[in-house]
């Protein structure tokens, strides 16, 4: 479940609510979620906004609304790689800000690169 700009799907706090299966926890979690979109990406989201999401690399159709506007996967899928990692591109400019956000998951996509 990694998607492709490296984040683990499985651990993304959108993911787990649209697992959550009491409704109270989840409207909890959709209402942190929405707490935190908002006041570290300049979002304006209520915790309706704050769609099911199957993952990044999902065909089910659900993903969540920021992920739809996602320039790493908008660039991704039109470039049809399984991730990030397998772009002749690695690492773009595109890619910075995730890294300096989480560290981890540019070490992940640098296994998947090198794995390959």
């Known amino acids: 479940m990694i998607a492709y700009c490296g984040l683990l799907c499985n651990t993304c706090p959108i993911y787990l609510a649209t697992r959550e299966q009491d409704k109270t926890r989840q409207e909890a979690l959709r209402t942190?979620?929405?707490?935190?979109?908002?006041?570290?990406?300049?979002?304006n989201l209520k915790p309706i906004d704050v769609t099911d999401c199957d993952g990044?690399?999902?065909?089910?159709g659900r993903i969540f609304s920021g992920c739809l506007n996602c320039?790493?996967?908008?660039?991704?899928?039109?470039?049809?790689?399984?991730s990030c990692a397998d772009c002749?591109?690695?690492?773009?400019?595109?890619?910075?800000?995730?890294?300096?956000?989480?560290p981890q998951i540019q070490i992940r996509l640098e296994n998947i690169r090198n794995r390959s």
Do not use: H
């Not at 990044?56 to 089910?60: E, G, P, R, Y």
């Not at 790493?72 to 470039?79: F, Q, W």
């Open 32 to 43: 942190e979620i929405a707490s935190v979109c908002n006041e570290k990406y300049g979002m």
């Open 56 to 60: 990044c690399l999902a065909d089910t």
């Open 71 to 82: 320039e790493i996967r908008k660039c991704a899928t039109e470039r049809r790689l399984k």
């Open 88 to 102: 002749d591109m690695y690492p773009c400019s595109r890619l910075d800000t995730i890294f300096r956000d989480d």
